[in-house]
């Protein structure tokens, strides 16, 4: 089983308690007496899409926990950047506070975790190839090889 990195966890665990929060005040963006929630229904027109965005990417968590695919990983992060960034533009055109670093610096680390696990794919592909090459003896033998074809 695959462990988290500390921002995975944070969207993880962020996502559940969206959802929660979401489900248990069904009506919070029925009647919005606030900026921020009119903005969140700007973005995506409904709650129970926000309540699913949440729930869709803890559970994706649990699944890239368990199967450790690269484009899982790579797809459950994008998906959380895409929902903290959303969260954090929401807040830079209503109410900009400590919240809006907050959400960035998330949806951010996301991305990077993006590319972080699309290079240890490429490294690993290419270890694999040196080994192989290696295995047939050295590079002039392998050349010599493909020439006998």
């Known amino acids: 089983m695959r462990k988290l990195g500390t921002g995975e966890q944070i969207g993880a665990l962020y996502g559940a308690y969206f959802f929660i929060t979401l489900y248990y005040s069904e009506n919070l963006f029925g009647e919005p007496n606030s900026d921020l929630y009119r903005a969140f229904l700007q973005v995506i027109p409904s709650q129970k899409a926000w309540m699913l965005f949440g729930l869709s990417i803890t559970l994706f968590y ?17 998906l959380s950047g895409l929902f903290f960034t959303l969260i954090a533009v929401t807040y830079l055109f209503t109410y900009p506070n400590i919240g809006l670093a907050l959400y960035t610096l998330v949806g951010f680390k996301n991305f990077q ?37």
């Open 62 to 78: 649990v699944v890239s926990m368990i199967w450790q695919h690269h484009i899982v990983i790579m797809f459950v992060n994008v």
């Open 113 to 149: 975790f993006v590319f972080r696990v699309s290079n240890e794919h490429e490294k690993h592909k290419t270890d694999k190839l040196k080994m192989k090459m290696k295995s047939k003896g050295s590079l002039n033998d392998y050349e010599k090889e493909d020439n006998n074809e």
